[in-house]
């Protein structure tokens, strides 16, 4: 081997780093994760720019602060993910399927930001000048504070940035961009970790906003080592079925603002818009009169949101019956029917159960329990719920309906959207005992629910 490189292996999971190959990684106990990587020592490869100067520790109590404002986008739903708008200083990470809209989005953004008077600049490693140009376009007009440059070798991508000063970077992708000092291919460990590190240092040193774009795995994670995801501040993904015409942005990680919170965008031939309530949207389309199909209310942040829930049970003809959901938790739904099986004696052992959340939104709140139960009874008995019927709450496994939070944030969502009645715990009595122009319906356990009128 050549003098000054060496063989390590990482895991492409976690990160962990170690001088030979392991079956299961010690850090995140994963198997089958380890990749071999050739390194160049420091001493052979890119000399350090930091400063060797030593820093003295500082009291706590003598460290100054103010709360900085924050950049907004003028795109409300991103604004709301990450917290209020952009911080300067912040690195962000935004994944997502390929084709999924990405690049679209922080094009708005770039647009948004460049009117607002701040310069911005957006490097692609994957698209032609005329490409991004042409994809512009469709967006609408942009100014001389958007600047495009075509690159992946990080040495020019830092000069180019450093040299421009601009408030705002989009790095499109990250695994696009390559180190001359690292022997292995774009998009391998060694490369992402150290292009990462790069644009980390240069968003601290200059005090800008870097968005850097990731291409996911077919798991639907981040592809490249986990290591990625723990060294940004924020975390967005893009989910949704490219082929459905809305997209729902979440944050998983944000050092700046809540995870909790979802942004739902509508893909049109202009771009991404803004779906204002998605409540109505979901609902959009919904068959009044089919056995199987009740509306819940999550909550995702400070939104409540009201979905359909549809379930379809029918005789197997197999020795097996099938069970199958889309956008909720499978052993949660299996979970549910034994519950139904053991307190309501359903017999649904030699039935198919299908379950599916309306929309192709995933959602794993418990307070979708009750619905996804009322769903399967409605289904397994050919009767229809009433259309304008709202179910709220979690589901024990001695079949005891319990609470949720913000049950009255969800009461007043589906009030404000014309149902009529609510089926809840009965636990949440003293919370909602003063709502008023709407049925609610208390229920102590599933046991209950096969007598309610609705």
């Known amino acids: 081997m050549a003098k000054g490189k060496q063989t390590v292996f990482f895991c492409n999971s976690c990160g962990y780093e170690s001088t030979k190959w392991m079956g299961q990684c010690p850090g995140c106990k994963e198997w089958n994760t380890f990749v071999e990587e050739k390194v160049i020592s420091t001493s052979q490869g890119k000399k350090s720019s930091a400063s060797k100067d030593t820093v003295a520790p500082t009291p706590i109590n003598e460290v100054s602060f103010e709360e900085e404002d924050r950049i907004t986008t003028n795109i409300n739903e991103l604004?709301?993910?990450?917290?209020?708008?952009?911080?300067?200083?912040?690195?962000?990470?935004?994944?997502?399927?390929?084709?999924?809209?990405?690049?679209?989005?922080?094009?708005?953004?770039?647009k948004n930001l460049s009117f607002q008077g701040?310069?911005?600049?957006?490097?692609?490693?994957?698209?032609?000048?005329?490409?991004?140009?042409?994809?512009?376009?469709?967006?609408?007009?942009?100014?001389?504070?958007?600047?495009?440059?075509?690159?992946?070798?990080?040495?020019?991508?830092?000069?180019?940035?450093?040299?421009?000063?601009?408030?705002?970077?989009?790095?499109?992708?990250?695994?696009?961009?390559y180190e001359e000092s690292i022997s292995s291919a774009p998009g391998s460990v060694s490369q992402v970790r150290e292009a990462t590190a790069l644009f980390l240092r240069l968003a601290k040193d200059m005090n800008i906003s870097i968005f850097i774009v990731g291409h996911v795995t077919k798991e639907g994670t981040v592809a490249g080592p986990r290591v990625l995801e723990h060294m940004v501040d924020t975390v967005l993904y893009f989910e949704g079925d490219r082929h459905l015409s809305y997209r729902v942005l979440r944050g998983v990680k944000n050092r700046f603002g809540s995870t909790n919170e979802i942004g739902v965008f509508r893909m049109e031939e202009a771009g991404l818009t803004e779906v204002l309530n998605p409540s109505e949207y979901m609902l959009s389309g919904r068959v009044q009169d089919a056995a199987g199909s009740v509306v819940v209310c999550s909550i995702e942040g400070t939104r409540p949101m009201l979905l359909e829930i549809q379930a379809l049970v029918c005789q197997s003809n197999f020795g097996i019956p099938r069970r199958q959901t889309i956008g909720t938790d499978f052993n949660r739904v299996n979970l549910l029917m034994a519950v139904l099986e053991k307190r309501l004696g359903l017999?649904?052992?030699?039935?198919?159960?299908?379950?599916?959340?309306?929309?192709?939104?995933?959602?794993?709140?418990?307070?979708?329990?009750?619905?996804?139960?009322?769903?399967?009874?409605?289904?397994?008995?050919?009767?229809?719920?009433?259309?304008?019927?709202?179910?709220?709450?979690?589901?024990?496994?001695?079949?005891?309906?319990?609470?949720?939070?913000?049950?009255?944030?969800r009461v007043i969502e589906a009030k404000k959207l014309g149902f009529d009645i609510c089926i809840v715990p009965k636990v949440c009595f003293n919370e909602l005992k003063n709502i008023k122009d709407i049925k609610i319906l208390y229920v102590n356990n599933v046991q209950e629910i096969s007598s309610l009128d609705i």
Do not use: H
């Open 79 to 110: 604004d709301r993910v990450l917290g209020g708008g952009l911080v300067a200083g912040s690195l962000t990470l935004v994944g997502g399927d390929p084709g999924i809209g990405k690049s679209t989005l922080l094009l708005q953004v770039c």
């Open 118 to 177: 701040r310069k911005v600049l957006y490097i692609s490693g994957e698209e032609s000048l005329k490409q991004i140009k042409l994809r512009a376009l469709r967006i609408g007009d942009f100014n001389e504070n958007m600047l495009l440059l075509c690159e992946t070798l990080l040495s020019n991508v830092e000069e180019n940035i450093r040299k421009n000063n601009p408030e705002v970077v989009v790095i499109d992708s990250i695994q696009t961009m």
């Open 347 to 409: 017999s649904m052992g030699n039935f198919d159960a299908y379950v599916n959340v309306a929309g192709g939104i995933k959602v794993n709140e418990p307070a979708l329990d009750l619905g996804i139960c009322l769903a399967i009874i409605s289904s397994f008995k050919n009767r229809q719920i009433n259309p304008k019927a709202v179910a709220i709450g979690e589901v024990g496994l001695s079949g005891e309906v319990r609470a949720v939070s913000m049950i009255e944030t």
